[in-house]
């Protein structure tokens, strides 16, 4: 087996044992008819902790990746999500029952608000999966996507050996379905005005689009067959998965973005029907073409989508990026954003986005909600190309709700942007409950609006604004006010522990493992990546930057005391076609690969005494 980083090379002596320490967190079970789980009660079965919080598209996409797993081992394998905020609003316990519900996770959840099982496990990213072995101990550690061929690999290797010493334990799992509650709309995430009056929707959580009468809540009709599919046609048996955001077209159909089918749908109101314009239903990889035959290029979570400067503007969120769409050349292409998660702005292939999920045009600007930075951004022509610019918001760990100037405002993962008849922008900011104001020509952020459970997107009508209220599933027509609704300021940080770190330099290691019958291939070149940046820049002195190792010498600013190192890794591995492992890959010109990929934001804090090393987990253990 081929392993990669310092701690594996050659020959290594047996590692000890570790046994998995219990599950713990303050907001207790879901998922599991009210019963509380313990290790001892999961004894005998192979458990899979994936430890998520529901803002992060990353976590969403590896709900996605477990599906299939947990059905096929579901009388071996109980999958536990251990759910662990970054947002203050993660922490509320019904925002966790909602998330749970929204996303379809049919699997037991620890609600841990206070990051106790995190710690415990020493985890330092979202998402982060760890296996435990029917016997209590811990095997395995995977973070970031792309680990689901590896998990079959492992989980395929404990049954054999637990069967044959006689510790696997088959039969029905703990989760216990929550009663489903009849409601119009299920966690719809955005709204469109259509020509006629009417508004469609997007039904998120049913996989369906609404369209309702002009009074917002009478349904006209619902288009698609409400399950999971990627199937084109007739309304009624059209199939989407987790549709968002919605656009018309200068032809008058209309572009969904088909969010966890990593497509772009149209929809014709006029005859019902559904075709597929963008996407092959495959998630986008590093590696994979930027630019071409809109049917032949993978996509990866497009929340929203746009028509601006004569193109569909689409947010990526899944690499956090803009792409568009040309609908005379049926292509695509990468617009803005380099993948890299952050705030960094500039030409528009220099630019940095986190998980842009809300677009709204004029005739000068694209604006954008970038959810996972707290801010709101913008697009606009520079010369020949474009630009992104900041209006709100600092970076990745500062959030809150304070109005006032544009510079020290603060938002909470907004998700929605919409234009406003005087130039200015009303931003559905979701986590705060709140539709807030940004006004180009002041400068100045307002609150225009309270009390509106997690605002997803909002739309014009009539003078009034619609806003989507996603949980509490349903749509809300406002008067927009003259003034803003006066409310207390708070300011919060990403609340994560620092990890204490020597003066001087700092060794980074990223372990990787390649899974069973694997190795790294190199081809065509390095297969692996790393880059390293920190918040402030003058944390670091040395290390900075791209290269293809995957461990490094960092070196850090004297006098510098506190900050956060951003650290992206990937590595591409493929079937072992030189292996006698078994498997027939041997005679296979062209071997299954699969990339790996993840990023840690990891706040750490100098101090005589510190660490001089800092290993991060991409798949494997760290001895």
Not at 41 to 55: E, K, M, P, Y
Not at 356 to 363: K, Q, W
Not at 485 to 504: L, N, S, Y
Request: aromatic letters at 6%; a negative charge; hydrophobic letters at 40%.
């Amino acid at each position: 087996m081929t392993r990669v980083g310092l701690l594996f090379h050659g020959d290594m002596a047996p590692r000890a044992r570790v046994r998995a320490p219990e599950l713990i967190g303050r907001g207790g079970w879901l998922n599991t008819g009210d019963n509380d789980l313990t290790l001892t009660d999961l004894r005998g079965r192979i458990v899979i902790l994936d430890f998520w919080t529901f803002c992060c598209v990353n976590c969403l996409h590896v709900l996605d990746e477990l599906r299939e797993l947990e059905e096929k081992h579901r009388d071996t394998v109980v999958i536990v999500g251990v759910h662990s905020p970054k947002f203050v609003h993660e922490a509320e316990h019904q925002a966790v029952v909602d998330a749970v519900e929204r996303y379809e996770v049919h699997h037991p959840v620890l609600d841990d608000p206070e990051l106790a099982t995190w710690k415990q496990y020493a985890v330092r990213a979202w998402p982060t999966l760890v296996v435990i072995d029917p016997e209590g101990y811990v095997v395995a550690q995977h973070a970031g996507e792309g680990h689901a061929h590896a998990l079959e690999a492992l989980v395929g290797q404990l049954e054999a050996e637990h069967a044959a010493k006689g510790t696997l334990r088959r039969g029905d799992g703990p989760y216990v379905p929550p009663e489903p509650v009849p409601t119009e709309l299920r966690f719809p995430g955005k709204a469109l005005l259509l020509p006629g009056g009417t508004f469609l929707v997007s039904d998120t959580t049913r996989h369906q689009l609404v369209e309702l009468a002009a009074d917002g809540e009478s349904v006209v009709r619902r288009i698609g067959a409400g399950e999971r599919g990627l199937t084109d046609g007739a309304g009624e048996r059209a199939r989407f998965s987790e549709p968002q955001g919605l656009a018309l077209l200068p032809d008058g159909t209309v572009a969904v973005a088909d969010t966890v089918n990593h497509a772009l749908r149209r929809f014709d109101p006029a005859t019902g029907e559904v075709t597929t314009l963008a996407g092959t239903g495959r998630q986008w990889w590093q590696g994979s073409p930027t630019e071409g035959p809109a049917r032949e290029v993978d996509l990866s979570s497009p929340w929203d989508v746009a028509w601006f400067a004569g193109r569909l503007w689409i947010a990526m969120a899944g690499v956090h990026q803009l792409w568009t769409y040309d609908p005379r050349a049926r292509t695509v292409r990468a617009a803005a954003g380099t993948t890299n998660e952050g705030l960094v702005d500039g030409p528009a292939e220099e630019a940095w986005f986190a998980q842009p999920s809300g677009l709204a045009a004029t005739e000068d600007r694209l604006w954008i909600a970038d959810s996972e930075t707290s801010a709101v951004r913008y697009v606009e022509r520079d010369g020949d190309g474009f630009a992104v610019r900041t209006a709100v918001g600092t970076g990745l760990f500062d959030f809150g709700h304070r109005d006032g100037a544009a510079e020290q405002a603060l938002l909470q993962h907004p998700l929605g942007v919409t234009a406003l008849p005087d130039g200015s922008v009303a931003i559905s900011d979701t986590y705060n409950h709140a539709l807030r104001r940004f006004d180009p020509a002041t400068g100045e952020v307002s609150t225009l609006a309270t009390d509106l459970r997690e605002p997803s997107g909002a739309v014009l009508a009539d003078g009034d604004i619609v806003v989507v209220e996603s949980a509490r599933h349903r749509l809300t027509r406002l008067r927009l006010p003259e003034e803003a609704v006066r409310v207390d300021a708070v300011a919060h940080r990403t609340q994560r522990a620092a990890t204490d770190i020597a003066p001087g330099t700092l060794r980074l290691d990223v372990v990787f493992q390649a899974p069973e019958g694997q190795k790294l291939d190199t081809r065509y070149g390095p297969s692996t990546r790393l880059l390293v940046s920190s918040t402030p820049p003058e944390l670091l002195a040395g290390g900075e930057g791209a290269g293809t190792d995957l461990n490094r010498e960092l070196v850090l600013t004297e006098g510098v005391t506190e900050g956060v190192l951003h650290v992206s890794a990937m590595a591409a591995s493929c079937d072992d076609t030189d292996s006698d492992s078994g498997s027939a890959a041997g005679a296979n010109e062209y071997p299954a690969c699969h990339v790996h990929q993840q990023d840690w934001g990891v706040p750490v804090r100098i101090t005589e005494g510190g660490a001089t090393r800092l290993p991060l987990v991409l798949a494997g253990m760290d001895g």
